[in-house]
């Protein structure tokens, strides 16, 4: 167990790593971030130390990795070479490179969960206009995403089957893809749970998702759901943990497809959709992130009130002021400056009510 | 309103300013903190901005105020220059200088309660030796206590009627001092509201406390108590925001002598006994804090599960991963290095069921 006055550090600058930070000081730990522009950022204002560099500068990792007990990160597009960097500190990186590289690949994602026996859409993996051509007409309806730094709808195009290959690729841009066959879905949920050094698994309750524009707008914990449900999204997060020898929060996002659960993709870090455990659990996934890698016993996750998170994106943060006064919301705002269309700049959650 | 993205300024380093931070980050804000050995204090650790400096000092103090949007304190022995310097910069101090003022002076305090019509002991202005001679008789057993910067039991002596009043005075130091009554109490309780700048009170439910070598052991939210106890502390609390024009968080500790209250002493500020209110409630008293001296208004301070809190003092803290370990324990660690005899190190808080 990482002794309290120790040192946790991040990688990534955002609101993740912000209310990591606020769980790691209610901990009695010390925060260092690293990423670009630190100084201003959403985490960055609330370390204990910031290191300005960018995620690709292995040496500059490599240093700041030295001046911390354990490193974790808010993002899954850390660079191989940075987990490296921070290996070859003599530091623990958690979760653990290859749950990095498991996830920030959409191919390498989709294989892991077929090789684990985790239901999921059809998919092709796609290098050129060639490959593509042979699986339209195979996949019909169907998604066509970059395999990497897609986030938040981006990086993906929607197909009917009869595009011309060519020009999809030439506009979407920034190869290798993958083709994934639409699931015919009622609902998306997700799972977020925490996997300790001793390998215990703590899960909290299944969250229910709504999407606007490829974005999350909306999430409810718990979903309503049978325990059959229930079953295969602990099922799938569990062998996904324990292939990894995972130590950390894993999310898994499902399409429920009538009662049958299809991962869609997996994150190796705390998640969107699970802002609201902190007003809703008895430990939020943030402290059970902080909790798995200082080495501590994970808490129950249980859900202790209903409730609704919706995010507040990009210019839908100018009714701060009515949010902040309406007395059913507990608001969070990020610290971000500008409010640029798509992002998300904080959330508000409410009890929720059937 | 102040908006999201501006700068609250705390005086003081403490745990209480480290939770205080916390909440401002959660809404948004940035936080600048002031105090002697800033960097490594437990609020420095987690602010956006970092002043050291004394409290004394105040051309610095005057400096620091002036980058900030309104300004806040985390312990009331602000001296009355520095609340002055804050003004000077021209910038607003919430609470105010007049909420220091009567609270960081016991006679001044008990003299407030007084003319308010709060019940409160038997007291005595003690200037020296004449004066001390002359209550003992008819205070009986007692306890005399400097008039200023006694915390957490520190300069007190209880008496018994019959000491030599020289004795006493010399042993005890750091006059003028006020005799104060012994309370034939049951019990001690606290009462924690809020004050918005439109005069809006929100109070969160009164606390049972037990004190352990004169330092808060253990507090209860909620207490039991009857619909007139709670009416009596309300009212108490609401008369003294009101006189004072109150902008913030304030707290009263009184003596339950059965059923009827007397007013011990208040706190300017977030308070030990409400610790809870972050586990314990639909609102903290760090964010009621914080939106108030931001100008926004408060929330409802309902209690949602009643919870138990224990304060780590001293060597305590040593049980730190055992408490760690206990899955009903929700643990609240400072970020201090060195666990000094009656330092107040952390605190655990656990559902509390009769």
Known sequence: MLEPGRTIGILGVGQLGRMLASAAAKLGFKVAVYGPEVEKSPAGQFATIRVDGAYEDAAAVEAFARGCDVVTYEFENVPASTAAAVTKAGVELRPNARALEASQERVREKNLFRKLKIGTVDFW????????????????????????????????????????????????????????????????????????????????????????????????????????????????????????????????????????????????????????????????????????????????????????MLNLIGEEIEAWDELAADPEVDLTLYGKREARPGRKMGHAVRPWRK
């Open 125 to 308: 993996p796609i290098a050129d206009a060639r490959d593509l051509a042979k699986a339209l007409p195979k996949a019909g309806p169907s998604i066509l995403k970059t395999c990497r730094f897609g986030y938040d709808g981006k990086g993906q195009a929607r197909l009917q089957g009869d595009e011309d290959p060519e020009a999809v690729l030439a506009e979407l841009g920034g190869g290798p893809w993958i083709l994934e066959a639409m699931a015919r879905f009622e609902r998306e949920v997700s799972l977020v749970a925490a996997r300790s050094v001793h390998g215990e698994i703590a899960y909290f309750d299944l969250c229910e998702n709504q999407h606007k524009h490829g974005i999350l707008a909306r999430s409810v914990i718990p979903a309503e759901a049978s325990a059959s449900v229930k079953e295969q999204a602990r099922e799938a997060v569990r062998k996904v943990l324990e292939h990894l020898d995972y130590i950390g929060v894993l999310t898994v996002e499902f399409f429920d497809c009538d009662g049958t659960l299809l991962a869609n993709e997996m994150a190796p870090r705390v998640h969107n959709s699970g802002h609201h455990t902190l007003e809703a659990c008895s430990v939020s996934q943030f402290e059970q992130q902080i909790r798995a890698v200082a080495g501590w016993p994970l808490r129950d996750a249980e859900t202790v009130r209903p409730m609704e």
